[in-house]
C-alpha cells in the first residue's frame, strides 16, 4: 500500500482518487534527474514525451510568442507536475522549461504511462485533472492582463507566482519570489519605468518587501485585498 506524505510529488492533487495500488504502479515508472540553476529541462520546439514532477527546487515556464524575446511565464514549485499536452498531442515542446536553483524532477517516460493508463483507465481521468488544472492556470494569467491598473496586474502576478493564486496543483508555495523588474513588467503589460513606483507603493504599505533580484510577500491577504481595491 502507497501513502505518500503531503510534501511527496506523487501526493499531488491531479493524483488524488487514485488507488494506492494504481499509484504505486505509477510511481514506479519514474526515475529522478537533477538539474543544476538555470539548465533546461525541456526546450521548445524539442522532443518532449515525458511527464515531470518536480521534486525540489523550481521550474521556470519560458515563453517565446509571435516571434518575440523568450520572457518569464509562470514558476513551478515543488508538487507540481508539468509536460503533459506535449506528449498527448503529438507536439514538441510548446515552451521552454528550466530551472532555478538546484531542481530535481521525476520524469516518466508517457509510453510507459499510456501503457499503465490502458490497464488503469483511472490514471487517464487524473491526466484529464492535470491538463485541465494547467489550463485554468494559463486562462486564471490571462485573466489577470484584464485587471484595470498595473499596480493590480503586479500583485496578482506576485501571488500567482508563488503559488498563492490561480494554482490548483496543492504544490508548494512561496513568500519569496526571483524576479526582475524586467519579469514583473513583461507579465503585468506594463512598462518598465511603472514597475518600480507601484513597487515601492505596496512596499510601503507593509505588503512586499524587495531585495536584489527578488520579491518577498510579507502579507498574502492584504496583497490579495489590494487587487480587489
Given at each position: 500500500m502507497?501513502n505518500p506524505p503531503?510534501n511527496?510529488v506523487f501526493?499531488a492533487?491531479?493524483?488524488?482518487?487514485?488507488s494506492?495500488?494504481?499509484?504505486?504502479?505509477?510511481a514506479?515508472?519514474g526515475?529522478?534527474v537533477?538539474?543544476?540553476?538555470?539548465s533546461?529541462?525541456?526546450a521548445?520546439?524539442a522532443?518532449?514525451t515525458?511527464?515531470?514532477?518536480v521534486?525540489s527546487?523550481?521550474?521556470?515556464?519560458?515563453v517565446?510568442?509571435?516571434?518575440?524575446?523568450?520572457?518569464?511565464g509562470h514558476i513551478?514549485?515543488a508538487g507540481a507536475?508539468l509536460?503533459?499536452s506535449?506528449?498527448?498531442l503529438?507536439?514538441?515542446?510548446l515552451v521552454?522549461m528550466?530551472?532555478?536553483g538546484?531542481?530535481?524532477?521525476v520524469?516518466i517516460l508517457y509510453?510507459r504511462?499510456?501503457a499503465?493508463?490502458?490497464?488503469?483507465?483511472e490514471?487517464?481521468?487524473?491526466?484529464?485533472r492535470l491538463?485541465s488544472?494547467?489550463?485554468l492556470?494559463?486562462?486564471?494569467a490571462?485573466n489577470?492582463?484584464?485587471?484595470?491598473t498595473?499596480?493590480?496586474r503586479?500583485a496578482?502576478?506576485?501571488?500567482?507566482l508563488?503559488?498563492?493564486?490561480?494554482v490548483l496543483q496543492?504544490s508548494a508555495t512561496?513568500?519569496?519570489?526571483?524576479?526582475?523588474?524586467?519579469e514583473?513588467?513583461d507579465?503585468?503589460?506594463?512598462?518598465?519605468?511603472?514597475?518600480?513606483?507601484?513597487?515601492?507603493f505596496?512596499?510601503?504599505?507593509n505588503l512586499?518587501?524587495?531585495?536584489?533580484?527578488?520579491?518577498?510577500?510579507t502579507?498574502?491577504?492584504g496583497?490579495s485585498?489590494?487587487?480587489?481595491?
Amino acid at each position: 500500500m502507497v501513502n505518500p506524505p503531503l510534501n511527496d510529488v506523487f501526493a499531488a492533487a491531479w493524483l488524488q482518487g487514485v488507488s494506492d495500488r494504481v499509484l504505486g504502479e505509477f510511481a514506479a515508472l519514474g526515475d529522478e534527474v537533477s538539474f543544476a540553476d538555470k539548465s533546461v529541462v525541456y526546450a521548445q520546439d524539442a522532443e518532449q514525451t515525458c511527464l515531470w514532477g518536480v521534486i525540489s527546487g523550481q521550474v521556470r515556464v519560458m515563453v517565446t510568442l509571435n516571434e518575440l524575446e523568450t520572457i518569464l511565464g509562470h514558476i513551478h514549485h515543488a508538487g507540481a507536475w508539468l509536460g503533459e499536452s506535449e506528449p498527448v498531442l503529438s507536439l514538441p515542446g510548446l515552451v521552454e522549461m528550466r530551472s532555478s536553483g538546484e531542481t530535481t524532477l521525476v520524469r516518466i517516460l508517457y509510453a510507459r504511462f499510456r501503457a499503465l493508463a490502458n490497464r488503469h483507465p483511472e490514471l487517464w481521468e487524473a491526466l484529464a485533472r492535470l491538463a485541465s488544472m494547467n489550463q485554468l492556470l494559463a486562462m486564471s494569467a490571462a485573466n489577470d492582463l484584464a485587471l484595470r491598473t498595473g499596480r493590480q496586474r503586479i500583485a496578482a502576478t506576485l501571488l500567482r507566482l508563488g503559488g498563492h493564486r490561480g494554482v490548483l496543483q496543492r504544490s508548494a508555495t512561496t513568500r519569496t519570489i526571483s524576479i526582475t523588474q524586467q519579469e514583473l513588467s513583461d507579465l503585468a503589460n506594463l512598462a518598465p519605468s511603472k514597475v518600480s513606483p507601484h513597487l515601492k507603493f505596496l512596499e510601503g504599505k507593509n505588503l512586499i518587501r524587495l531585495g536584489y533580484g527578488k520579491v518577498t510577500i510579507t502579507d498574502i491577504d492584504g496583497l490579495s485585498s489590494s487587487i480587489d481595491g
